[in-house]
């Protein structure tokens, strides 16, 4: 199953669950009943942005909406880079699922690609959710209250991500970075 099939038939369960109608889910992401219905139906690649919106309006994790759950854990799960599951790229950012949320670790891991003089602004989470990110080739910076500070490989950051938040890439090569969110016990799924 590709990544938009995944998402419209999340997003279709996720609305059952919940007893929801377009609009109610319409009210709780704010996205337009449109756009949701376009997602539904695979004829629309949202955004990030718009991604994150329904994942904070459902309640669930980023990586819940491109993903399945993962299974349980038998023996050690060994991710290999090039199979470890949908890519989502958007303009000059791409971002790719290592580690989906498991409501019993509390985390999702990413890694992500700042492509040369890509800007990326994230919205607020939740409160309670806390993002560490570790810069592992390039540079990039990100914007913290209100502030840009600078990180190069090797440099590792953990701030509060329920206030607005930005990744860019200013330099003339890739920045490649991991990021894990911590989703507070009761968040996610």
Not at 89 to 106: C, K, M, S, T, Y
Not at 109 to 115: G, I, P, V
């Given at each position: 199953m590709d990544i938009g099939d995944h998402l419209a038939a999340r997003l279709r369960a996720l609305r059952?669950?919940?007893?929801?109608?377009?609009?109610?889910?319409?009210?709780?992401?704010?996205?337009?009943?449109?756009?949701?219905?376009?997602?539904e139906r695979g004829e629309s690649s949202p955004t990030v942005a718009t991604l994150w919106k329904i994942a904070a309006g459902f309640g669930v994790s980023?990586?819940?909406?491109?993903?399945?759950?993962?299974?349980?854990?038998?023996?050690?799960?060994?991710?290999?880079?090039?199979?470890?599951?949908?890519v989502l790229?958007?303009?000059?950012?791409?971002?790719?699922?290592?580690?989906?949320?498991?409501?019993?670790?509390?985390f999702e891991?990413?890694?992500?690609?700042?492509?040369p003089a890509t800007e990326h602004l994230s919205q607020a989470h939740e409160t309670g959710v806390v993002e560490h990110v570790m810069v592992l080739s390039g540079e990039m910076e990100l914007l913290l209250d209100g502030r840009w500070?600078?990180?190069?490989?090797?440099?590792?950051?953990?701030?509060?991500?329920?206030?607005?938040?930005?990744y860019r890439n200013r330099g003339t090569?890739?920045?490649?970075?991991?990021?894990?969110?911590?989703?507070?016990?009761?968040?996610?799924?």
């Open positions: 059952r669950e919940k007893a929801w109608s377009l609009d109610r889910a319409a009210q709780a992401t704010e996205v337009s009943k449109a756009m949701l219905g376009q997602i980023f990586s819940g909406l491109l993903v399945p759950p993962p299974q349980r854990l038998e023996r050690p799960l060994i991710v290999r880079r090039s199979a470890s599951g949908p790229a958007e303009d000059r950012l791409q971002i790719v699922p290592l580690f989906p949320f498991e409501r019993r670790f509390g891991l990413f890694e992500l690609t700042l492509a500070l600078r990180g190069v490989a090797g440099d590792v950051v953990r701030f509060a991500a329920d206030m607005s938040h930005g090569i890739p920045a490649v970075f991991h990021n894990l969110i911590h989703y507070p016990p009761d968040a996610g799924g």
